[in-house]
């Protein structure tokens, strides 16, 4: 029989969150915290929850936090110096594949480039939430090209898409990139 509570997070403890977890950087948990927590006013999952609620909970989730969008683009700045473009490539499994590409205004320089793969574990989130648009702007400002992919995620709105969809997403568009380096 195992231990429950030498489990890792929710794992070993039902009851534990993001922000009471003492493996979470204190000052992220603070701002989780005063936000209310991660999906505020969702009743957490329990540990035997099923496939279907996962998903599920993964849509109410990204709702949830698409509620807090308006304001966050309301206090983001203009970033007047840089461009963004959309592109979409074919994956090697016929899909699309959206990216979002962000780099200063006229300049017809060589830049440092980075691809920027949004946060949300490849499950959940997309790589047009403010947060994300949000970095790849402020890199673009230092002077960076920067590629912003929306992969397939495994839940939420962008579809129920198992792993390794979007690491395959991810790996296809580096590839793109590197033969794409005069972007």
Not at 68 to 97: C, Y
Not at 120 to 126: A, K, N, P
Request: charged residues 20%; proline residues 6%.
């Amino acid at each position: 029989m195992i231990d429950q509570s030498l489990l890792p997070g929710r794992l070993g403890d039902d009851t534990r969150r993001f922000e009471t977890d003492a493996r979470s950087d204190p000052r992220i948990a603070e701002v989780v915290r005063q936000m209310g927590g991660f999906g505020a006013g969702l009743e957490p999952l329990p540990a035997d929850a099923t496939y279907e609620q996962c998903l599920a909970y993964c849509l109410a989730f990204e709702q949830v936090q698409a509620e807090a969008h308006p304001g966050l683009l309301a206090t983001m700045p203009k970033f007047d110096g840089v461009e963004v473009t959309q592109r979409t490539i074919t994956g090697s499994e016929g899909h699309a594949i959206t990216l979002y590409i962000h780099r200063p205004k006229d300049c017809a320089d060589r830049l440092p480039g980075l691809i920027h793969l949004h946060g949300g574990g490849m499950v959940i989130m997309t790589a047009a939430d403010p947060s994300y648009t949000l970095w790849r702007n402020t890199l673009a400002n230092q002077g960076m090209l920067v590629v912003g992919v929306e992969y397939r995620n495994g839940a939420g709105k962008l579809g129920n898409h198992p792993f390794p969809a979007g690491l395959n997403d991810c790996a296809e568009v580096t590839q793109w990139a590197n033969k794409h380096r005069d972007l």
